[in-house]
């Protein structure tokens, strides 16, 4: 079945961010890769803050589109300039939106790979963030207690209920010197530092353009809502969970 795409590309919106290039796509989709297309409408495209649809068939459809290739190449006698792409737009033939973030120059000529902004997006700031403190940050609290988390054992364990007794217990959890270090690492690994910033917090000023300030503004609105439901949550706990509170989770995380 033969498949209509619609292409929206964005450039943005200072001095010297568009280009004389050559500009072509490729859309790669689950079930199918689309030939290189030309991005070309009739006049000069790619103008300082122009938001430019472009529409491109392809034999098939392609399936979910899950990144594009944007291919700068040079155009007639025009001299090697560099271009500012802000993101990509693609509309299914079924209407479905797939966006691609780019927000970098372009230098020379090159080909680019973007990836749905949605989905990378997503599962990078999780990982960093979320996922991280839930794995990391409750760690200390369960292994200052030395049964919960064992450094080493002196002894195998025992092979049947009941065999077990005070001596045999003492002679196999660790000693002293190897508990004490464990509690120590886990005490360095969960310690705050000092230049924490809670999760959404963003004291640079990376974007200039209003979409991404909004989507950031959106982000940090939800995530005192869900804040918030956390607190409300832990008064009726008789111990409160606090480790995925926004507030509690620091921004990213570094190793």
Not at 198 to 207: K, Q
Request: overall charge negative; proline content about 7%; aromatic content about 12%.
């Amino acid at each position: 079945m033969m498949g209509n795409y619609k292409v929206r590309v964005t450039t943005g919106n200072f001095l010297l961010a568009g280009t004389f290039s050559s500009i072509s796509i490729t859309l790669v989709g689950t079930h199918e890769e689309s030939d290189k297309k030309p991005l070309d409408n009739c006049g000069k495209d790619f103008n300082p803050g122009a938001v430019e649809e472009f529409k491109l068939c392809c034999r098939r459809w392609l399936g979910d589109i899950i990144l594009v290739r944007l291919h700068k190449e040079p155009y007639s006698f025009y001299p090697s300039d560099n271009w500012y792409c802000s993101f990509v737009e693609v509309v299914s033939p079924h209407g479905q939106c797939y966006r691609f973030p780019c927000y970098q120059w372009i230098e020379g000529y090159r080909t680019l790979e973007l990836r749905e902004g949605k989905v990378y997006l997503t599962m990078w700031i999780y990982c960093c963030s979320a996922r991280h403190a839930a794995l990391n940050n409750g760690q200390y609290d369960l292994g200052a207690w030395m049964p919960n988390f064992p450094a080493t054992m002196r002894n195998p364990p025992p092979q049947a209920k009941g065999t077990t007794s005070l001596e045999s217990y003492l002679d196999t959890i660790p000693e002293v010197n190897s508990t004490s270090l464990a509690i120590y690492i886990l005490w360095v690994l969960c310690c705050e530092p000092g230049d924490s910033r809670s999760l959404g917090t963003y004291p640079d000023e990376h974007f200039t353009e209003e979409e991404p300030k909004q989507l950031i503004a959106a982000f940090q609105g939800r995530l005192a809502q869900i804040s918030q439901e956390i607190q409300e949550r832990n008064k009726s706990l008789p111990i409160p969970y606090r480790y995925l509170d926004p507030h509690q989770i620091e921004n990213s995380t570094s190793t």
